[in-house]
């Protein structure tokens, strides 16, 4: 999501100057009563800036400005603030940040989490900030002690006078710390001195998440709460055109059935109400023009657009000429479908709204523009809305929806009915709901000379933009999020052409865990392998020969090719399985061993994967978003697929929506490389390589090549 | 009136009969550990122990369970099997979204109560019931182990 830097920049530079110039004492905080954080008898805490409050009882709480969506960063960001302030990790409590400016991310000038960014984002504002603080303790100390503060250190929660010995918890020096001037330019650790960053820290959240005391958006309880359920149309861009609620408002504890902008409420006591409401709710709709889309037309349509001159993403030499001169020449299509985000938690937001405030309570990805969607709907200042972001039963794009879909809706909801309320998507409301992954279609063509060499690469994309008409719209004809890992592929190639279709087709499409690399990575490295098995040489060796000038590229290939084994004989039916994709700036290589049965079912037994995210923060936290990535890129690979019959979402659940299950996981091995280079993000990169791996294998395997997505169990069934 | 013993405490409820166990777990007694994914029985997030049987609670109506034992993940760290399997899930690093893993350790539990050093296909063929989309199963595999391990040398002192 690199193109949302210029968006906002006057709260960019806002926030800039509030973090270079350093934030005053008692610098106001919206917070919300912290469940396990630090705390004071006396009410006094020390808070030199907006992430840190240490209290009189030596606890540390940590506001974490990132939404914990599983990928890590309620441990992640407190390392950073750990490392410099010399604190005692097990005195360390996690607390999520209200929404204000400060707490905006640094490139984008709203708050949100998103595009694998927290922690190289982070890097220096949390480490500054425990510095900071940090060195006030230690002022602080100081002038007690009437010393100098060069003759005192910071060590797990303490000040220690050298020399005398003399030692004084933070928790002692609140009130002290607190009258100390906010120093400027704070000298910060070099990395051969880090105590935290690089080592694997346990997950401050385990413990919650294996007793069920974690809170999720869905577990939230306010006094009075009702539930609220929506039929929405069964169409998107559809309209109520007439309702009849009496049957539905006959069911004991129904509350109230209201039309708004989506749809229909059922408004009711709880879920059990509200569904049985829904059930006996009438409803004719006006189904409006995408009622005529079926996924098999769109196929249609992409494919004539396909053959047609579009956008340019990437020009280089003359490819056109290059491949119509080339001694041969590769053509090959490319398709994936719709896909949905399939978050464990389905979606859902709680609104306690009054006259001259909103609560909302949810798990959001994006939590600057939903409180502003809150505030126009409720008619309200952005300032009187606050949001409190719960954990995040997954979210993988789908919880940071630029329309602030699920957020918007439910204040409407507590519009009406002037309670508050819980509007909860049920599974089918979530699968039906949009926002997907959009569906896309490749023509790909390459041209190779007499010596065998690659000399053009020709790439057609056709899909949905992401990105048009939201708020983060580059307004450009090339959407960057639907070529990102097509029109800047590493191989060193003279001729590469890329243009792009973008058909606006009236399904909402999103952001979906690593974005427009989620397709070009499949299509770029599935080809790639076509081409070099076309020449006759190894996948690997191939690849090695055009990254000559990407190090860190063939870094992982090569990590991961050694740690698999590449060469080595496999059992007998098995084959493997190669590719490399840079995103989010970082380098993921992934190895896939693989069978298929003699009735086309894939078998993935083995990944190996190499990741090269430059500085390390947390080992086993890159260890984990590699397994996990790998994980939910199989389940494209294999089974993902949303489809549409006259403009109507076929798939509602989890028995033709599957997913991968324990007894289909693979064993993973991951590497990681040591580097002092930039972070890059780790949530999403594990996800490219895996389609185009395993795809790979299947063809050393059986020597059957897959170019649509998921794999058709009937391409693969053995004569 | 149903009557529930939940969590070692006898109660009881005054809902539709049909409701779901899990919505009178959740929103009647409150406790929301338990979890809703599908309300078809196909993803475990709300499964719970049912006399000691694993069971999936979106889809039992809770007259069914009249009179019956009921341990939900709140409860379930009081038993040997539950201490064991929730400290090998903090040992491992098991959650991520952590939105399904109270149906992960429920099942774990009923598993190692089965049996209480399950191999690699047993621990596939029951935990393949429950769905995890941030993909935890390696670890969960491992932990599963790890509790089966340190139960076996807890017997042994």
Not at chain 1, 163 to 175: A, D, F, H, M, P
Not at chain 1, 571 to 583: F, N, T, Y
Not at chain 1, 690 to 711: D, S, T, Y
Not at chain 2, 107 to 133: F, H, Q, V, W, Y
Request: aromatic share 6%.
């Amino acid at each position: 999501m690199k193109e949302i830097v210029h968006l906002s920049r006057r709260s960019f530079l806002k926030n800039g100057i509030l973090v270079g110039g350093g934030l005053t004492l008692g610098f106001y905080l919206p917070l919300r009563g912290s469940l396990s954080g630090a705390s004071s008898p006396s009410g006094v805490t020390f808070m030199p800036n907006a992430f840190i409050r240490i209290g009189t009882d030596d606890k540390v709480t940590i506001i974490v400005n990132k939404s914990e969506m599983g990928q890590g960063v309620y441990t992640s960001l407190p390392m950073l603030v750990a490392e410099e302030l010399e604190v005692d990790w097990t005195k360390i409590r996690v607390e999520a940040a209200p929404v204000d400016p400060a707490y905006n991310h640094t490139q984008w000038g709203v708050q949100g989490t998103g595009g694998s960014t927290s922690v190289w984002s982070e890097w220096d504002r949390l480490r500054k900030a425990g510095a900071t603080a940090r060195v006030m303790l230690i002022n602080a100390a100081a002038e007690i002690w009437k010393v100098d503060p060069a003759n005192c250190r910071a060590e797990k929660g303490l000040i220690i006078q050298r020399g005398t010995g003399q030692r004084i918890s933070y928790g002692k020096l609140v009130e002290k710390a607190s009258q100390m001037k906010v120093p400027k330019d704070v000298p910060l650790k070099e990395p051969k001195g880090f105590k935290v960053i690089g080592k694997s820290m346990k997950r401050l959240d385990t413990p919650e998440k294996t007793n069920g005391k974690a809170i999720f958006g869905l577990d939230v309880k306010v006094p009075g709460m009702l539930t609220a359920m929506v039929v929405r149309p069964p169409v998107f861009g559809g309209n109520v055109k007439s309702f009849d609620a009496k049957k539905a408002k006959a069911i004991p504890g129904v509350k109230e059935v209201v039309q708004i902008d989506s749809g229909v409420a059922v408004i009711a006591e709880g879920f059990w109400s509200a569904s049985k409401g829904r059930e006996a709710l009438e409803i004719i709709w006006d189904e409006g023009t995408v009622a005529k889309l079926s996924t098999e037309g769109m196929r249609e349509e992409f494919t004539r657009l396909s053959k047609t001159p579009g956008a340019v993403a990437k020009k280089k030499g003359d490819p056109q000429q290059a491949i119509s001169k080339a001694a041969k020449q590769l053509h090959a299509e490319y398709e994936v479908p719709f896909l949905a985000h399939a978050c464990m938690e389905p979606l859902n937001c709680l609104v306690d709204l009054h006259d001259d405030r909103c609560e909302i309570w949810t798990g959001t990805q994006l939590q600057t523009l939903d409180r502003d969607a809150a505030a126009r709907v409720a008619g309200l200042k952005p300032e009187e809305v606050r949001i409190h972001t719960t954990f995040l039963g997954g979210g993988f794009g789908r919880r940071g929806n630029p329309q602030s879909d699920f957020v918007a809706e439910a204040v409407s909801v507590a519009k009406v009915i002037k309670k508050p309320v819980k509007v909860i998507w049920t599974r089918e409301d979530d699968m039906k709901g949009g926002y997907y992954r959009p569906m896309w279609y490749d023509r790909i063509a390459a041209g190779l000379d007499d010596q065998g060499d690659l000399i053009a690469w020709q790439h057609t994309i056709v899909g949905q933009s992401i990105l048009s008409g939201t708020p983060f719209d580059p307004k450009k004809d090339v959407d960057p999020a639907s070529v990102e890992g097509a029109e800047d592929i590493p191989y060193e190639i003279p001729n590469i052409f890329v243009d792009l279709h973008s058909p606006k087709i009236g399904i909402p499409v999103q952001w979906w865990r690593s974005v427009g690399h989620s397709h070009t990575a499949f299509v770029v490295e599935s080809f790639l392998d076509e081409v070099a098995h076309s020449t006759g040489k190894d996948p690997y060796e191939f690849r090695r020969q055009l990254l000559s000038k990407h190090p860190r590229h063939f870094g992982v290939l090569k990590l991961a090719a050694e740690k698999f084994g590449w060469g080595k004989p496999l059992p007998k039916g098995h084959g493997r399985g190669i590719a490399v994709h840079e995103s989010f700036g970082s380098f993921v290589a992934q190895v896939a061993e693989v069978s298929v049965n003699p009735s086309g079912k894939v078998h993935v037994h083995k990944v190996v994967c190499a990741i090269d995210c430059g500085r390390i923060v947390n080992p086993d936290t890159i260890k984990a978003q590699m397994e996990s990535g790998i994980v939910f890129g199989l389940s494209a690979v294999l089974y993902g697929e949303i489809t549409l019959e006259s403009g109507r979402v076929s798939q509602s659940n989890f028995h033709d929506y599957p997913l991968l299950r324990m007894n289909e996981m693979p064993v993973v091995d991951v590497a990681i490389v040591s580097s002092e280079e930039k972070s890059g993000g780790v949530g999403e990169p594990g996800v490219p390589p895996i389609a185009p791996a395993v795809c790979n294998a299947i063809f050393a395997a059986m020597g059957k090549r897959i170019r649509r997505l998921p794999i058709r169990i009937e391409e693969l069934i053995k004569s | 009136m149903i009557s529930l013993e939940v969590n070692g405490k006898k109660c009881k409820v005054d809902v539709r009969p049909d409701t779901p166990l899990l919505w009178v777990i959740r929103e009647t007694l409150g406790l929301t550990g338990t979890k809703y994914g599908c309300g078809m029985a196909l993803c475990g997030a709300c499964t719970v122990h049912v006399n000691g049987e694993a069971i999936r609670s979106c889809v039992t109506p809770v007259s069914s369970v009249d009179g019956k034992r009921i341990t939900t993940i709140e409860g379930i760290g009081k038993t040997k099997e539950g201490k064991a399997i929730q400290e090998a899930w903090i040992s491992d690093d098991v959650p991520q979204c952590g939105y399904c893993q109270s149906g992960q350790i429920m099942a774990a539990i009923a598993l190692l109560k089965r049996n209480p050093k399950p191999a690699d296909t047993e621990i596939d063929e029951t935990m393949s019931g429950i769905l995890c989309r941030c993909g935890t199963y390696q670890r969960i595999r491992q932990a599963i182990h790890r509790a089966a391990k340190k139960m076996a040398q807890g017997g042994k002192r």
